[in-house]
């Protein structure tokens, strides 16, 4: 069972920047497609961004085109999301996923999933 450990949450302001973090249990890059989600209070959780198991190709939800930024160190074994602009529509619960198979917006293509980290952006 892969476990997911998210990090790097907390209150900004808008236009400011964070960094989320999120550590494997064990490496999966090379096999798992990984993704970040978020859920505002009230909402369905929402797609982010994802990114193949190569690395090779990244995918955004429009509204975050442009501002937020998935990547991977692969020597670290963590996946990031720089978020950058940061707007209160942002504000959620954020989520890493990873999944077998092909990446995906669908959150039921991913089988492991971390605690979530809160973000919040004050106006």
């Known amino acids: 069972q892969v476990q997911l450990v998210e990090s790097g949450g907390g209150l900004v302001q808008t236009g400011d920047s964070l960094r989320l973090s999120c550590a494997p249990s064990?490496?999966?890059?090379?096999?798992?497609?990984m993704a970040w989600f978020r859920q505002a209070p009230g909402k369905e959780r929402e797609f982010v961004a994802a990114?193949?198991?190569?690395?090779?190709?990244?995918y955004y939800t429009d509204s975050v085109k442009g501002r937020l930024t998935i990547s991977r160190d692969t020597a670290k074994n963590t996946l990031y999301l720089q978020m950058n602009s940061l707007k209160p529509e942002d504000t959620a619960v954020y989520y890493c996923?990873?999944?077998?198979?092909?990446?995906?917006?669908?959150?039921?293509?991913?089988?492991?999933w971390g605690q979530g980290t809160q973000v919040t952006v004050s106006s």
């Open positions: 996923a990873a999944g077998v198979g092909m990446v995906s917006a669908d959150y039921r293509a991913y089988q492991h």
């Open positions: 064990e490496r999966t890059f090379s096999t798992y497609a």
């Open positions: 990114m193949t198991s190569s690395g090779g190709r990244t």
